[in-house]
Nanobody, 115 residues
Framework: QVHLAELGGGLVQAGGSLRLSCAAS????????MGWYRQAPGKERELVASINVGGVTKYGESVKGRFTISRDGAKKTVYLQMNSLNPDDTGVYLC?????????WGQGTQVTVSS
């Protein structure tokens, strides 16, 4: 069974940075793509960033230029570097990995940005 474990959430002031990590129980190149969604109260779940098996990245419009997704195959881990955080970035960040139509989700990590 595939598992994803996230680390790195927390409380940060506006303008600060955080790095999230998502460690997989399998070779991350078995996933078609991996990334993060976030869920904020009263808002729809939105894609933050993704990286596919070929290394192509995608970002949500609101995080472009501030967030960077990367990976380390040897550590079976995907990272999300978040810079210039603002209160609108507050939410639960959920790591996912997709193999064909099947998504595996991490437990989620809370990110809170204070103004």
């Amino acid at each position: 069974q595939v598992h994803l474990a996230e680390l790195g959430g927390g409380l940060v002031q506006a303008g600060g940075s955080l790095r999230l990590s998502c460690a997989a129980s399998i070779n991350i190149f078995e996933f078609n793509d991996m990334g993060w969604y976030r869920q904020a109260p009263g808002k729809e779940r939105e894609l933050v960033a993704s990286i596919n098996v070929g290394g192509v990245t995608k970002y949500g419009e609101s995080v472009k230029g501030r967030f960077t997704i990367s990976r380390d195959g040897a550590k079976k881990t995907v990272y999300l570097q978040m810079n210039s955080l603002n209160p609108d970035d507050t939410g639960v960040y959920l790591c996912y990995g997709r193999i064909l139509s099947r998504h595996t989700w991490g437990q989620g990590t809370q990110v809170t940005v204070s103004s």
